[in-house]
Nanobody, 119 residues
Framework: VQLQASGGGSAQAGGSLRLSCAASGSIFSINAMKWYRQPPGKQRELVAAITIGGSSNYANSVKGRFTISRDNAKNTVSLQMNSLKPEDTAVYYC??????????????WGQGTLVTVSS
């Protein structure tokens, strides 16, 4: 089982980017899916989370600008990032509370994708 993130890159302040993350392998179920980020020189922080039923919550710093969504049939989660600010610059990681078909339920992480926002 692995999570593969994509969609990072560079944007101007005020611009938009969309991140995607796909879980692959032999998966029994996926519960919450999340996006974290780690700005340069800082700790990793939770950006957004979404339950299997579609309920979502966001860090105060991104509310109203970012939208998390998921496709349960495809085992994917996305993060639409609008009105980007330089302080959104970070490596973004997807995360899934996942139960593989063979094995134990646990936290799985994508490899991280860099988002750089210039002023």
């Amino acid at each position: 089982v692995q999570l593969q993130a994509s969609g990072g890159g560079s944007a101007q302040a005020g611009g938009s980017l969309r991140l995607s993350c796909a879980a692959s392998g032999s998966i029994f179920s996926i519960n919450a899916m999340k996006w974290y980020r780690q700005p340069p020189g800082k700790q990793r922080e939770l950006v957004a989370a979404i339950t299997i039923g579609g309920s979502s919550n966001y860090a105060n710093s991104v509310k109203g600008r970012f939208t998390i969504s998921r496709d349960n049939a495809k085992n994917t989660v996305s993060l639409q990032m609008n009105s980007l600010k330089p302080e959104d610059t970070a490596v973004y990681y997807c995360n899934a509370d996942l139960r593989p078909s063979y094995g134990f339920r646990g936290d799985y992480w994508g490899q991280g994708t860099l988002v750089t926002v210039s002023s």
